[in-house]
């Protein structure tokens, strides 16, 4: 008995940190919570789109039944408890502009059980910015309450967008793509990568004679060259510091992958196969890459350790994997799962762990791709097509929810976040 | 004849000949040429109207002479389509290459570089499309060489999926799609 005891608390242990079994359980009653809105006169096209930024993110956040109900109050009011006999919490908010360039906003957030304020704030920005100002007081709400962090509400997303053949903008953009603010164009640009967690500055790559990859500071408009290659040059990962970077070049016309020590300006080749080696991505502390390759006559995902020669495959499903991303220990790809030449075919999200076989299946139908983990580990962004809609997906992992938000921006060419 | 006479003739003459003439003197009127006839009327002036330009000649320079040379054999050369997912060269596309092989070689082509463009079809996604359309391009810069072309004139490059010919959401397009094709550079 006492074997079996120790036996399973060992195996509780072994998998209690894995993305790929654990899921925190649906908490039956999860706080609920309602939104006053108590703005007066303001663009009424901006009032509602704010209140709908809110019910978004809290519902993102997962810590909240949320009321979506838009509820009117005055901002200096007393909160009537009868009114909200089902909730616990108010969020109270009130717009305002200040001049023609400010939009203020003051949030309070109201234990109706415990009948106390818990939270009150005031804050200010350019109109234009205005979802970043709802992320931020539903991202502090989150704090006041002690619950998990939600620093993905505030990060931004950086991604490429065909316009027309052969050219592709770059845009910044919060991460529902509500803001967004074009900061690279002319020509074809793809593939940005941002440079550093601050996310202050981005890696892309122009087609230009030859492809050349580009860094740009997006606070100071400083655009420096960095490489240029033969046929492709993509910057598939940062390292955290921010001193490595792994490329796909082909230099000698062929898709490698390749180490690029920005201090030292030092090139090593990783991988060295005829067909296509792409999409490289850190992991393991760094000391290995997880890479897409059709070393098997069909693209998947394999793994190699820096340095090495040996080559280990990480998929052993599906017949087409053809993008991953990374974080630390996990992999999350898309699959194609029809072979469909004439119609329209499915590709499915997967989470694997590189410590274990399992793999989690996290999307059901349409088109999944460019998925991509936040700083978390725990939130993925991906891209869903479904019929003729376009979506923004986003995944938390432990909370086993998905949330898609539709899309009207055009082909996204490539996302990081 | 009385001699006294012809003096009182030539003085009458000579008087009757510098006699004032009746001068107008006015703005010409605009828009007319007046022509003014012992009838009266008016004469329009034909010569010189209605001329038309029939060319319009500049010198061309011999940029744009070499531009247009390259854009006609752009437009001579041919397309190389590829299979779904695929890279390697389709046995009916083998005279294809074969055609792009002499046209390259041709007198007036040789003095010019080839960029070889890999494109692929919508279903593709991020880097691993990429890819692909640059192992296609590398097929065909390939069998260009094993038909003669000069390694040195060629370089390649992949526009993925950024390069759509067809842009409707059917088989046929996404055939047209996955191609390769080229430019030609001086």
Redo the contacts between chains.
Sequence with gaps: MKVIVILSFWLISLFAGDLTLEIVKEVESKPTIAIEDATGRINESLGKKFFKLLIGDLEVSAHFDVNDTHLRSEFDEGFDVLKHKKNDFVLRYKLSMEGRNQLSAQAKLYDLKQDTTLFSKTYSLTPDRYPFLAHKIVYDLNRALGFKDVEFLKNFVVYSKYTKPKHADIYISDYTLTYQKKVISGGLNLFPKWANSRQTKFYYTALEDKPTLYLVDIYTGDKRKVLESEGMLVCSDVSKDGTKLLLTMAPKFQPDIYQYDVITKQLTQITNYVGIDVNGNFTKNERRVVFVSDRLGYPTIFTKRIGSRAVERVVYHGRNSNACNAFEDYIIYSSRETDNEFGKNTFNLYLASLNSDYIRRLTANGVNIFPRFAKDGETVLFIKELGNQVGLGLIRLKYNKTYIYPLHTGRIQSIDW | MNKKLIPIFIAVFLLGGCAKKNVQVGPPVRGETRSTSYSGEVERVKEGEGIQTIQEMREKDADEIKLEQMKRIEREAKEIYF???KYDIRPDQEPRIEYDAKLFNRKDAREFNIRVEGNCDE??????????G??R??SV?DALIVRGVSAERM??????E????CMDHT?EC?AKNRRVEFELIP
């Design positions: 299979d779904f997912d279903w593709g996604t991020d880097e691993y499309n990429y890819a692909l640059l192992k391009a590398k810069r370089s390649i490059i992949s526009y993925g950024s390069n759509p010919v088989p996404w």
